[in-house]
């Protein structure tokens, strides 16, 4: 009987043979591949999600903390706290509407508004200026449905709120920053005596800082208890959310498709309000409008708020493009396997085993150097692309990492500079004051505080125009810079009151600090511009008494230098 006869002949099986491995090399390949692509996307798509958080946090909080800083000052103004205690005294009104006015052309939004506790009433004027002599709108009823929000801010006690909430009386609707006007006179600052703030327009606001108009992103922010405060569909905002019943509100949960889902997101945000590092991003696969979203999360303590940035991953890096990447890595395959089956043994088995150890390696977090097999013909060839492919990697993901830490390094910086000026902010000094108090009670290093304030800023503003005025703020920024020593610091507190931090060996040194910087602002004097003179009040601090009580000294010492007629020098000790 003929081999024929026998059964398959031998290049018949054999062609089975090489025919049954390529498939299977074929689907193995298909799925490490892709299990490798899952978790490029993944990872990328973290990364992008914690990007996007980031720089949308930068852009809500730095319009924001600029009015809420200016809302804290309106609140400490004296004329307006007179008033308030006094708010039957007709001849303080006049004194506390110059101030209001003051205030309402420094808000971004050209707009103000004073609550007083004591007899409800309501004063507003907003960037028209249509409400010039008639400043007091109306007076507040703890009665009235619309105006109970003012009496549950009083009742809560917080030192600011953002409410978005039309304005029924004023026909408005707005991104209302609400600041607590406190008597400090006693020290406890307990009696509240009534609420200031500014609103901005809630339709510039979403489209200027909300809506990113990016495809594939979208951005919304939410309170500590879920309700939707500013997004891109208006009708989802939760409107007047602080004085709403829980049941009534508009929350994450109207978002995500799976309760399940809901719950983690909320969990997520309980982690995060518990978190030392407030710029933590976390980050949730969902289902949201039939699509899977990752979701990146983070708190923002400066205004109490979640961000909540939905991805929409398939749309930004669909899977699909790697699909020909895939099919020609495949064909390569073939190819490459069709001949090497021909060398068996050490030509074939060794390179494959070596690749798939390397391609496992890619696919994990792992940084060591990937170890390429040694091999001939298409397999080398492969073993190249590979290698090419696997670089193209690395340097994608570095360039990535490298962007992610300038662009975290940048977010800091403007969080804590002053824009106009480049000196440092009022947040960046407090962490500067805060530093300088611990290690001063850890080394008994004694340190100082000069309390700066340009004489009549609001006149220069008046007869000048801001654009002086903001040419004035920075001349004498360059001088504080140019006066005090590399170690120290120089920041721009608010308006035009700046804070001077010094580094002190001796409490003389202060004094030769102040002099030279007296001698350079009087010298100063540029075409076309008033002169300036500055009332400083300063003190000095071991480190052994609260940061607040030696900013509360120096203020002192500069109240005094004012009331002694300005273009002086206070010292507390």
């Known amino acids: 009987m003929s081999d024929s006869d026998s059964g398959m002949s031998l290049k018949l099986r054999f062609s089975i043979i090489t025919f049954s491995l390529l498939i299977a090399a074929s689907v193995l390949t298909y799925l490490l591949v892709a299990e490798i692509v899952s978790s490029i996307v993944n990872s990328w798509g973290r990364r992008v999600v914690e990007i996007q958080v980031l720089n949308d946090s930068a852009r809500i909080l730095q319009p924001l903390e600029r009015e809420i800083n200016i809302a804290f000052d309106m609140a400490g103004n004296k004329a307006i706290q007179n008033l308030a205690l006094n708010p039957e005294n007709p001849?303080?009104?006049?004194?506390?509407?110059?101030?209001?006015?003051?205030?309402?052309?420094?808000?971004?939004?050209?707009?103000?508004?004073?609550?007083?506790?004591?007899?409800?009433?309501?004063?507003?004027?907003?960037?028209?200026?249509?409400?010039?002599?008639?400043?007091?709108?109306?007076?507040?009823?703890?009665?009235?449905?619309?105006?109970?929000?003012?009496?549950?801010?009083?009742?809560?006690?917080?030192?600011?709120?953002?409410?978005?909430?039309?304005?029924?009386?004023?026909?408005?609707?707005?991104?209302?920053?609400?600041?607590?006007?406190?008597?400090?006179?006693?020290?406890?600052?307990?009696?509240?005596?009534?609420?200031?703030?500014?609103?901005?327009?809630?339709?510039?606001?979403?489209?200027?800082?909300?809506?990113?108009?990016?495809?594939?992103?979208?951005?919304?922010?939410?309170?500590?208890?879920?309700?939707?405060?500013?997004?891109?569909?208006?009708?989802?905002?939760?409107?007047?959310?602080?004085?709403?019943?829980?049941?009534?509100?508009?929350?994450?949960?109207?978002?995500?498709?799976?309760?399940?889902?809901?719950?983690?997101?909320?969990?997520?945000?309980?982690?995060?309000?518990?978190?030392?590092?407030?710029?933590?991003?976390?980050?949730?696969?969902?289902?949201?409008?039939?699509?899977?979203?990752?979701?990146?999360?983070?708190?923002?303590?400066?205004?109490?708020?979640?961000?909540?940035?939905?991805?929409?991953?398939?749309?930004?890096?669909?899977?699909?493009?790697?699909?020909?990447?895939?099919?020609?890595?495949?064909?390569?395959?073939?190819?490459?396997l069709g001949i090497l089956t021909l060398f068996l043994g050490n030509e074939f088995f060794k390179p494959i085993a070596a690749l798939e150890q390397a391609t496992r390696r890619l696919g994990s977090d792992s940084h060591e150097p990937l170890i390429l097999p040694r091999a001939k013909g298409e397999i080398n060839g492969l073993v190249r692309s590979f290698g090419e492919m696997a670089d193209a990697i690395k340097n994608n993901t570095a360039e990535l990492e490298r962007q992610v830490e300038e662009r975290t390094s940048e977010l800091k910086s403007l969080m804590l500079a002053d824009p106009l000026t480049g000196l440092l902010n009022r947040r960046g000094m407090s962490e500067r004051l805060y530093d300088q108090k611990e290690r001063s009670s850890r080394t008994d290093a004694r340190y100082g505080l000069v309390w700066i304030d340009i004489d009549f800023f609001k006149e220069i503003n008046d007869t000048y125009g801001h654009a002086m005025g903001d040419t004035v703020l920075k001349a004498v920024s360059s001088i504080f810079v140019e006066s005090i020593r590399p170690y120290d610091y120089a920041a721009r507190w608010g308006g035009d009151e700046f804070l001077l931090l010094l580094s002190l060996k001796s409490n003389a040194e202060i004094f030769q600090i102040i002099e030279r910087l007296l001698a350079s602002i009087r010298s100063w004097k540029l075409e076309g511009t008033p002169s300036v003179t500055v009332s400083i009040g300063a003190t000095t601090s071991d480190g052994r008494e609260p940061v607040d009580d030696v900013l509360q000294r120096a203020d002192d010492a500069l109240y005094r230098a004012k009331e002694k007629g300005r273009d002086r020098v206070e010292i507390s000790d």
Do not use: C
Request: net charge negative; aromatic share 12%.
């Open 91 to 336: 001849e303080l009104v006049d004194t506390a509407l110059e101030e209001m006015e003051d205030y309402r052309e420094v808000f971004q939004s050209r707009n103000y508004f004073v609550g007083l506790r004591g007899n409800g009433a309501y004063f507003h004027n907003n960037e028209k200026n249509e409400y010039a002599g008639r400043e007091l709108r109306y007076f507040l009823d703890p009665q009235s449905d619309e105006d109970v929000w003012f009496y549950r801010l009083m009742e809560e006690g917080l030192d600011f709120h953002l409410n978005v909430n039309p304005d029924v009386e004023l026909g408005i609707t707005s991104l209302w920053i609400d600041v607590l006007m406190r008597d400090h006179r006693s020290g406890s600052g307990e009696n509240v005596l009534g609420v200031v703030g500014t609103g901005i327009p809630l339709d510039a606001f979403l489209s200027e800082v909300v809506n990113v108009h990016q495809a594939g992103v979208s951005t919304l922010f939410v309170d500590r208890y879920g309700a939707i405060q500013l997004y891109r569909d208006p009708e989802m905002i939760d409107y007047a959310s602080f004085v709403k019943p829980e049941h009534e509100k508009h929350t994450i949960d109207l978002l995500f498709t799976n309760p399940e889902e809901s719950a983690k997101a909320y969990s997520i945000m309980e982690d995060l309000l518990d978190a030392d590092d407030f710029h933590t991003v976390k980050t949730l696969n969902a289902g949201i409008d039939g699509k899977q979203i990752l979701a990146g999360i983070a708190y923002l303590p400066t205004i109490g708020w979640y961000e909540i940035s939905l991805l929409d991953i398939q749309e930004i890096m669909p899977v699909s493009r790697f699909v020909p990447a895939l099919i020609i890595f495949i064909l390569v395959l073939f190819s490459v």
